[in-house]
């Protein structure tokens, strides 16, 4: 799976618009950016893929540029709530691959009241 | 619908002796695995099964780690002896067969070896 680097932590308020940006240089043809969440005592949880473009769910916007060397996961209006730890893959679903996920570091939002 | 189910939340065991995981995908999930994360370590990758069957053992720490899916349904990962490096958070998560990035995990179970 293709590396990638995001920055360690960030800070916002409530009610402000959080963009997390994701480097993967390396990213294959096949392959798509996938962005897990995780609060603290719980496992990782799935918040969006996508492979170009835009992408847009009711919790977060995915935008990737042409070259598909970065991502950047968008989450409107973020709330105390939205407090987590981010985390950016990348894979692909062509053979050989079986969703066998990479966790870097991710990056911790810390949402202020 | 039921998620990803862990038992137990919490395992205190000594150096040297037997722990066992268990672990309940999500109903019709042929996808199920297993991660772990160490004290202040990156979450990673143990195994994958498909449906019974082991497709990557890739990440398996060595032999004193087994894990199992007896009739594709839930799975147990048994570690003995137990050793202090073994110490962390277990997580367990299931897939559909064609949308294996989109995984569900299950609280976990940490483990704390002493």
């Known amino acids: 799976l293709a590396k990638t680097t995001q920055p360690i932590s960030m800070d916002s308020y409530e009610g402000q618009e959080v963009n997390i940006t994701c480097s993967h240089n390396?990213?294959?043809?096949?392959?798509?950016i996938t962005w897990y969440q995780q609060f603290p005592s719980q496992g990782p949880r799935f918040i969006i893929q996508g492979y170009k473009t835009k992408v847009t769910n009711e919790v977060a916007s995915l935008f990737i540029p042409a070259d598909r060397k970065s991502s950047t996961l968008s989450l409107p209006r973020v709330s105390l709530s939205d407090t987590a730890v981010y985390y950016c893959l990348v894979g692909g679903y062509g053979s050989g691959n079986t969703g066998k996920l990479i966790f870097g570091q991710g990056t911790t939002l810390q949402v202020k009241p | 619908e039921a998620g990803v189910t862990q038992f137990p939340s919490h395992s205190v065991i000594e150096k040297g002796q037997t722990v066992t995981l268990r672990c309940d995908p999500i109903?019709?999930?042929?996808?199920l695995y297993w991660y772990r994360r160490v004290m202040g370590k990156e979450i990673k990758f143990l195994l994958h099964f498909v449906k019974e069957s082991k497709q990557d053992e890739s990440g398996m720490p060595n032999n004193r780690f087994l894990a199992e899916r007896t009739g594709g349904t839930y799975s147990t990962l048994k570690v003995q002896p137990a050793e202090l490096e073994d110490s962390g958070v277990y997580f367990c998560?299931?897939?559909?067969?064609?949308?294996?990035?989109?995984?569900?995990f299950g609280p976990g179970t940490r483990l704390t070896v002493t």
């Open positions: 998560a299931s897939s559909q067969v064609d949308s294996f990035y989109e995984q569900y």
């Open positions: 390396n990213i294959a043809t096949n392959d798509y």
């Open positions: 109903s019709g999930h042929d996808n």
